[in-house]
């Protein structure tokens, strides 16, 4: 099998089982998060039944009730009757992929101990596997969406390596500022009610430069129609984005280094590597006689090798 088909495969296997992790941690933040948030619901519930029997409301207790449900709030947990749960297959899963992007928007966070510890493991594995990944695949992507479009730009339009390299950083900042930024907030406030273009730029741009500060998360609002594929397809932006990104900078980090920038700051330079690479020595058959190889694999006579004690001293 060719190296460049076996390299596709095993990028694929690895993407595969990125996605294998993926699922696998949402099962368990749902099979952990799922009855501490029942239980959170149900004193919620009591809690309300109580005050609103009250007979009459003082300070205190309209004090005491607030701090139960803004503290359930901060869980992501509503007092409202029809408030979504925060875990079911969906929502663990973009909670999972938040976790091992990094992005982490902090609107809901594990009520267990056990998913607390479980988060810690998951994502010390996890983070380091996402950016294997996002490396492995930027690495693929570098050549037809870096080198070679630098390359033909020398080639066509006979352009000096520096001027060709600002000219592909630019087109290359534009495509990714235009599909990763401009269009996704575009899409995000039509669906988003209450997302002005603004607010979803915002979080488009947050969201990739993994800030995720959490006031705006996409899929929040009561009765929205298609939640999990929403939910599913925000993840696979926020991974196709990273990814663009992480693209970008290495776009940038090649310009840096036809421009001089690393050399001067003594950084290591981007340097192009083929994905095929051929053995160091080649051999070419068509060039030896069978005469040839015969006196090339000829062990050498005794005698017409130099002794010590021919040397002249």
Same mark, same amino acid.
């Given at each position: 099998?060719?190296?460049?088909?076996?390299?596709?495969?095993?990028?694929?296997?690895?993407?595969?089982?990125?996605?294998?992790?993926?699922?696998?941690?949402?099962?368990?933040?749902?099979?952990?998060?799922?009855?501490?948030?029942?239980?959170? !619901?149900?004193?919620?519930?009591?809690?309300?039944?109580?005050?609103?029997?009250?007979?009459?409301?003082?300070?205190?207790?309209?004090?005491?009730?607030?701090?139960?449900?803004?503290?359930?709030? !901060?869980?992501?947990?509503?007092?409202?009757?029809?408030?979504?749960?925060?875990?079911?297959?969906?929502?663990?899963?973009?909670?999972?992929?938040?976790?091992?992007?990094?992005?982490?928007?902090?609107?809901?966070?594990?009520?267990?101990?056990?998913?607390?510890?479980?988060?810690? &493991?998951?994502?010390?594995?996890?983070?380091?596997?996402?950016?294997?990944?996002?490396?492995?695949?930027?690495?693929?992507?570098?050549?037809?969406?870096?080198?070679?479009?630098?390359?033909?730009?020398?080639?066509?339009?006979?352009?000096?390596?520096?001027?060709?390299?600002? &000219?592909?950083?630019?087109?290359?900042?534009?495509? &990714?500022?235009?599909? /990763?930024?401009?269009?996704?907030?575009?899409?995000?406030?039509?669906?988003?009610?209450?997302?002005?273009?603004?607010?979803?730029?915002? /979080?488009?741009?947050?969201?990739?430069?993994?800030?995720?500060?959490?006031? /705006? &998360?996409?899929?929040?609002?009561?009765?929205?129609?298609?939640?999990?594929?929403?939910?599913?397809?925000?993840?696979?932006?926020?991974?196709?984005?990273?990814?663009?990104?992480?693209?970008?900078?290495?776009?940038?980090?090649?310009?840096?280094?036809?421009?001089?920038?690393?050399?001067?700051?003594?950084?290591?330079?981007?340097?192009?590597?083929?994905?095929?690479?051929?053995?160091?020595?080649?051999?070419?058959?068509?060039?030896?006689?069978?005469?040839?190889? !015969?006196?090339?694999?000829?062990?050498?006579?005794?005698?017409?090798?130099?002794?010590?004690?021919?040397?002249?001293?």
């Amino acid at each position: 099998m060719p190296t460049a088909f076996r390299s596709c495969y095993v990028l694929g296997g690895v993407i595969l089982a990125y996605f294998v992790y993926l699922l696998l941690g949402a099962l368990a933040f749902s099979a952990f998060e799922q009855p501490a948030e029942a239980a959170l !619901k149900s004193d919620l519930s009591s809690l309300k039944a109580e005050f609103l029997n009250l007979s009459c409301i003082n300070a205190t207790a309209l004090e005491f009730f607030l701090e139960k449900v803004l503290r359930a709030n !901060k869980y992501g947990v509503s007092v409202l009757e029809n408030a979504r749960t925060n875990w079911d297959w969906a929502s663990s899963l973009f909670f999972a992929n938040t976790i091992v992007t990094t992005v982490g928007y902090g609107y809901t966070t594990p009520l267990s101990d056990e998913g607390k510890a479980f988060s810690i &493991v998951y994502a010390v594995i996890g983070v380091p596997f996402t950016m294997l990944v996002l490396t492995a695949c930027v690495q693929r992507l570098m050549h037809p969406l870096t080198y070679g479009p630098i390359s033909m730009c020398q080639r066509r339009a006979g352009l000096q390596p520096r001027t060709a390299s600002v &000219v592909h950083f630019i087109v290359l900042l534009f495509l &990714v500022v235009l599909g /990763f930024f401009v269009l996704p907030a575009l899409a995000f406030s039509a669906i988003e009610e209450t997302w002005s273009f603004l607010d979803a730029f915002y /979080f488009c741009f947050l969201s990739l430069c993994t800030i995720g500060l959490g006031d /705006f &998360v996409p899929a929040e609002k009561p009765g929205q129609r298609l939640r999990a594929l929403y939910k599913i397809s925000v993840m696979v932006y926020l991974f196709v984005g990273l990814m663009a990104m992480f693209l970008v900078l290495r776009a940038f980090h090649k310009l840096a280094d036809v421009h001089g920038w690393t050399a001067f700051l003594q950084l290591p330079s981007c340097e192009e590597e083929d994905e095929d690479k051929g053995p160091i020595i080649e051999r070419e058959p068509d060039d030896l006689s069978p005469e040839a190889e !015969k006196a090339s694999i000829k062990p050498l006579d005794p005698s017409s090798q130099v002794s010590y004690n021919s040397i002249n001293r």
